[in-house]
């Protein structure tokens, strides 16, 4: 299940008269159903995405997974949420994260990522090669499942990011359409 689309998100807020504010609105609030009964005042729906974050991405993942290093979690996390839209790597991200004096290893990358993605705060778009007709295996696209939650973990300051952060969301309303998005090589 995803949270609302632009479209939904303008109607359940009886918005529409300025769509470039509506949509600033959408990127800068959050989609999620439950923040429509929230204020829009104080530090309500800050408080309900931080819970979020804490209950699916580290609590459930941490207990399903047995994971040890939670902040490494947190990190990639935060790492895959800072670079939406771009082209990564497991081995990229694992030598990011060594670079800061953190050894990770790419299998438990993979691993982390998998768990993100089965809980659906984390998609993926793999690249296709046009011209060999197939998915590739790496350098994949990877997107939120809510731009609000992002700039939550990240901080408004990333909320400038613009292309990335509509890539982001027309990624999520092709898949909510039922299509398959996939970056292409060729």
């Keep these: 299940m995803l949270p609302f689309s632009l479209k939904e998100f303008i109607e359940i807020n009886n918005?529409?008269?300025?769509l470039e504010r509506d949509y600033r609105q959408y990127i800068e609030t959050s989609s999620f159903p439950y923040v429509h009964n929230l204020s829009q005042a104080g530090d309500q729906?800050?408080?309900?995405?931080r819970s979020i974050y804490n209950?699916?991405?580290?609590?459930?993942?941490?207990?399903?997974?047995?994971?040890?290093?939670?902040?490494?979690?947190?990190?990639i996390f935060r790492f895959l949420s800072d670079n939406i839209g771009g082209l990564l790597?497991?081995?990229?991200?694992?030598?990011?994260?060594?670079?800061?004096?953190r050894s990770i290893n790419v299998r438990t990358v993979e691993s982390y990522i998998d768990a993100f993605l089965e809980s659906y705060v984390i998609y993926q778009a793999?690249?296709?090669?046009?011209?060999?007709?197939?998915?590739?295996?790496?350098?994949?696209?990877?997107?939120?499942?809510?731009?609000?939650?992002?700039?939550?973990?990240?901080?408004?300051?990333?909320?400038?990011?613009?292309?990335?952060?509509?890539?982001?969301?027309?990624?999520l309303e092709l898949i909510r359409r039922g299509y398959d998005y996939f970056c292409w090589e060729g």
């Design 15 to 18: 918005l529409g008269d300025n």
């Design 45 to 49: 729906i800050s408080q309900y995405l």
């Design 55 to 75: 209950s699916v991405v580290l609590k459930d993942i941490i207990q399903r997974r047995n994971i040890s290093d939670v902040m490494m979690l947190e990190r």
């Design 89 to 101: 790597s497991t081995k990229k991200i694992s030598d990011t994260m060594n670079s800061f004096g």
């Design 126 to 171: 793999k690249r296709y090669d046009v011209k060999g007709k197939q998915y590739l295996k790496t350098l994949e696209k990877y997107f939120i499942v809510d731009i609000g939650l992002r700039n939550e973990i990240l901080g408004a300051d990333h909320a400038r990011d613009i292309g990335h952060i509509l890539e982001n969301v027309i990624y």
